[in-house]
């Protein structure tokens, strides 16, 4: 790992117009999905983005990637801001951070082979000739642990765990150094998750690639991540290595998670403290004034006065808390 990190996020916000109002057509309200993120993620390094559904993750990467215009906030790739350049400007950027989607069949075109999946970016990014693109397309596949023979066949002829390999494959082909897995293993059976999770591993050390690992199985990021970023309706509550976080978390929400988690010692999972969060994640259209998760956490009675309803706690190097 290098000093300076591969991506540097800085206070990134994205935020949707949601309804109309008046002669002009004005937003009615604004969607607060991602508001105010900051990371970084090394050089070889796995960084999991864990949290509830609607916490604004899958949001964060689309943005990462240009899926998405950011609202505000900056997004430096090795050392350079792409998140304001425009597409042309960014062309060179986008091939060096790619994504795999949680759903490995509605990311695929239904109506192209595999040989025309893999072949598509190289003929876009010019990283390969006509001649040398079917090739290319056999190798990616046997990367990833497919049979080369199957280029020619179509997306339903193969299994939901073949199918998430093929999206691997994809990401690839373009020779990135970051590689966005956005739940990559959530939909496909126990079984088969293990296996593409060793992959991913296996490709990170042959290829020296980055992961940001976006996920809900707590059990599956501390097998795989360096480190964890913890998020809350939009916001970072806490960002730790693997093995602070799951051994001594700092941020309420962050132990409620952890307590979630069932221990494989059924002794221990009989004796062990499970904490239950009350009422619902509030609307990201009229999100919680101070701390975010005040409306639910059970230690707010700990910080004296409004400061949690009143003041939003900043994330200092490990957690963003008023309890410290």
């Keep these: ?8 996020v800085r206070d ?12 002009f057509g004005t937003p009615a309200q604004w969607l607060h999905a991602v ?8 050089r070889g390094e796995t960084l999991g983005l864990v949290g509830e559904s609607g916490c604004g993750k899958s949001t964060c990467a689309r943005t990462l990637v240009g899926l998405y215009p950011p609202t505000s906030g900056e997004v430096h790739y090795d050392g350079v801001e792409v998140s304001h350049m425009t597409r042309k400007e960014r062309a060179p950027y986008r091939r060096k951070i790619q994504m795999i989607f949680q759903d490995p069949y509605a ?9 025309s999946i893999l072949a598509e970016p190289l003929k876009i990014h010019k990283l390969a000739k006509p001649r040398e693109r079917k090739l290319r397309a056999m190798q990616l596949l046997d990367a990833v642990g497919l049979n ?3 280029i020619h066949r179509y997306p339903h002829e193969f299994s939901g765990g073949q199918r998430q390999r093929i999206g691997v494959a994809r990401a690839l082909a373009m020779e990135p150094d970051l590689i966005i897995c956005d739940e990559p293993v ?15 591993e296996e490709l990170q050390e042959r290829f020296g690639l980055s992961y940001l690992f976006i996920a809900h199985d707590l059990a599956v990021v501390r097998h795989i991540c360096d480190r964890v970023a913890v998020m809350y309706l939009g916001k970072i509550v806490e960002i730790a290595t693997r093995d602070e976080l799951f051994e001594n978390p700092q941020h309420p929400y962050t132990r409620a998670l952890m307590s979630a988690v069932p221990h494989p010692d059924p002794k221990i999972e009989r004796t062990r403290e499970r904490i ?26 700990k910080v004296p006065g409004d400061r949690c309803s009143m003041e939003e706690p900043m994330l200092d190097e490990r957690s963003a808390c008023h309890l410290g």
């Excluded at 004034?289 to 639910?296: K, L, Q, T, V």
């Design 1 to 8: 790992m290098q000093d300076r990190p591969l991506l540097e």
């Design 12 to 23: 990134l916000h994205k935020h949707f117009p949601v309804g109309k109002k008046g002669l």
């Design 35 to 42: 508001d105010g993120v900051s990371f970084n993620v090394m």
């Design 107 to 115: 990311s695929l075109d239904p109506r192209q082979t595999v040989a």
């Design 148 to 150: 080369p023979r199957h």
């Design 186 to 200: 959530s939909a496909l059976d126990v079984s088969i998750q293990a296996q593409v999770v060793n992959l991913l």
């Design 276 to 301: 239950v969060l009350e009422g619902d994640v509030p609307s990201p259209l009229d999100p919680p004034s101070g701390c975010r998760f005040h409306p639910r956490c059970v230690e707010r009675s």
